[in-house]
């Protein structure tokens, strides 16, 4: 009989939460739904760049940026017709990221904390629980995230305010020929820490703000001050969430310097452990200080590792990719979504060959985003191997957060099809030489494109589904069932984007050397 671990402080936690993972395995799909609210966010910045690029061509301001670029007269992007669009274009796009992103973290987080509090307590949950919930109390969740941020970020606002009114000479300084005060800006800068320090000290009280809504459904102002009185009654605990935190931002920085010793690279193979592995781990972690505190007891573990019988369902479920694509392609709603997504795709590279003007052109190149003949220049720092395998990770990593965006009624799965469609058509727009641009694409992108377009189009299906839920056409459990498929058939598109990486990384570069690219 398999040993069981009971654990018995919420440090255990960290200790073995890579058993609840095993046990669990359906646990990191909220995690994949969270990852794509950058998706979402994605999209927002795409958006906000074609619509700067569109102003600047409306005006006819396109040709002189180019003109001073190519002299190296950076200074004139200050002038007030080129920064006072691109500053309110950030402005905006920045406060649209900020919507969508807190949007997102209610949703996921208002069914999150439910679902691990059950696979703490019980030893076992469903993605139902993790739904139900979600769609639920997202508002209320969402509501005490704005009411925890605005307090956090309150401390920065002083010192935010005292720099623009020194800037804006709203507040007289002793700067000679319009120069900012060094004593102003002196000030401005030590408050400007000291409110960082206690905006870090807030966000340590209200980190179990948004638990309490999840999971007590209290008012925010009650799950505030109730994440203020735990936080101070946990403070060991809230301590080692900070130093795990620290201890990880170091390790990634360290190791990924380590690394490039030798030549190495594994940023994308770092981002998909924290976020699929470590960081779920550190949410149960504090969804167990939270029940700890309320003095809760959590259900064994079974501590053994994974049995091979496991490994092998892993295994066949990574094999079995014709299988899953046969069942998505041949429903109706799988092959429509297919059609969609292809010819958003093509939409998206015919936008951007039109997109592309000499003088956009000219930018992009002396900017340097792309020059005609020069490759990539990690393809000559790093060891090609590492390189095929981070190439990987990145596009595994992006398809399954993609397919999962499409939870958000297919809109942020559609704009990314269209965005790649658009990447592409500017590369060929911009090299100007079909041969050559398709030496740097086809090669890789005869495995890779497909397979995202096969993720999109789970994404757009999703949607779909999603949809369908809400009008009430179909019930929770069939959207759970949805949800997981569409999980499962990324994950097995990992076989697809592992070939295409290792295609781009060691023979793609060959092939366009050979094709005069250096």
């Not at 960082?196 to 980190?207: D, E, F, G, H, Q």
């Not at 504090?286 to 007891?297: C, G, I, M, P, T």
């Not at 900017?367 to 191997?385: A, D, L, T, W």
Request: glycine fraction near 6%; proline fraction near 4%.
């Amino acid at each position: 009989m398999e040993k069981e671990y009971i654990p018995r402080k919420p440090i255990d936690i960290l200790k073995i939460g890579y058993k609840y993972i095993i046990r669990n395995p359906k646990m990191i799909i909220p995690f994949m739904i969270y990852e794509a609210g950058f998706v979402v966010g994605q999209a927002i910045f795409i958006i906000s760049f074609l619509s700067l690029l569109s102003y600047f061509k409306a005006f006819n301001l396109i040709p002189k940026i180019v003109e001073e670029l190519s002299r190296k007269n950076y200074e004139y992007l200050l002038n007030s017709e080129i920064l006072h669009p691109i500053i309110v274009t950030l402005f905006i796009t920045a406060s649209a990221y900020i919507i969508v992103i807190l949007i997102f973290d209610s949703f996921v987080k208002a069914g999150l904390f439910p679902y691990l509090r059950k696979i703490l307590i019980e030893g076992d949950s469903s993605l139902r629980v993790f739904l139900g919930y979600a769609f639920y109390r997202w508002k209320l969740v969402l509501k005490t995230n704005i009411l925890a941020y605005s307090i956090i970020i309150s401390p920065l606002l002083p010192s935010l305010m005292l720099f623009y009114f020194s800037t804006s000479k709203i507040i007289p300084t002793l700067g000679i020929e319009n120069r900012i005060d060094e004593l102003m800006l002196g000030i401005s800068a030590l408050a400007f820490i000291g409110g960082l320090a206690l905006a870090l000290i807030l966000y340590l009280l209200l980190i179990f703000a948004p638990i309490a809504a999840a999971i007590d459904a209290d008012t925010p102002i009650l799950n505030v001050y109730k994440s203020i009185r735990i936080a101070k009654r946990e403070v060991g605990s809230v301590i080692l969430y900070f130093c795990v935190l620290s201890l990880i931002a170091i390790a990634s920085v360290a190791i990924e310097g380590i690394v490039k010793i030798f030549y190495v690279t594994i940023t994308s193979l770092f981002a998909l452990i924290i976020s699929l592995a470590i960081t779920p781990i550190i949410n149960m972690f504090l969804v167990a200080v939270y029940e700890h505190h309320f003095n809760e007891s959590f259900a064994p573990v079974k501590a053994g590792i994974m049995e091979l019988r496991e490994i092998v369902k892993i295994a066949k479920i990574m094999a079995g990719i014709n299988r899953y694509l046969r069942k998505f392609i041949m429903s109706k709603d799988g092959f429509l979504a297919l059609v969609l997504t292809i010819i958003l795709f093509t939409l998206g590279i015919i936008l951007g060959l039109l997109t592309v003007s000499p003088d956009i052109r000219d930018i992009i190149i002396n900017s340097g985003i792309i020059v005609p003949g020069r490759m990539n220049p990690e393809f000559k720092i790093y060891n090609r191997i590492f390189l095929g395998l981070d190439i990987f990770f990145h596009n595994w990593k992006t398809s399954l957060a993609t397919a999962m965006a499409g939870i958000a009624y297919s809109i942020p799965s559609a704009v990314a099809t269209l965005f790649n469609g658009y990447v592409i058509g500017i590369v060929y727009a911009t090299v100007a030489n079909p041969i050559k641009a398709s030496a740097i694409i086809i090669p890789h992108g005869i495995i890779e494109i497909p397979a995202f377009l096969i993720a999109s189009a789970a994404g757009l299906r999703l949607g779909y589904i999603m949809f369908k839920y809400i009008r009430g056409i179909i019930s929770l459990n069939v959207l759970e069932e949805e949800l997981t498929n569409t999980a499962v058939l990324v994950a097995a598109l990992a076989v697809l984007f592992f070939i295409a990486g290792v295609i781009e990384g060691n023979i793609t570069p060959i092939i366009a050397e050979h094709l005069g690219w250096v």
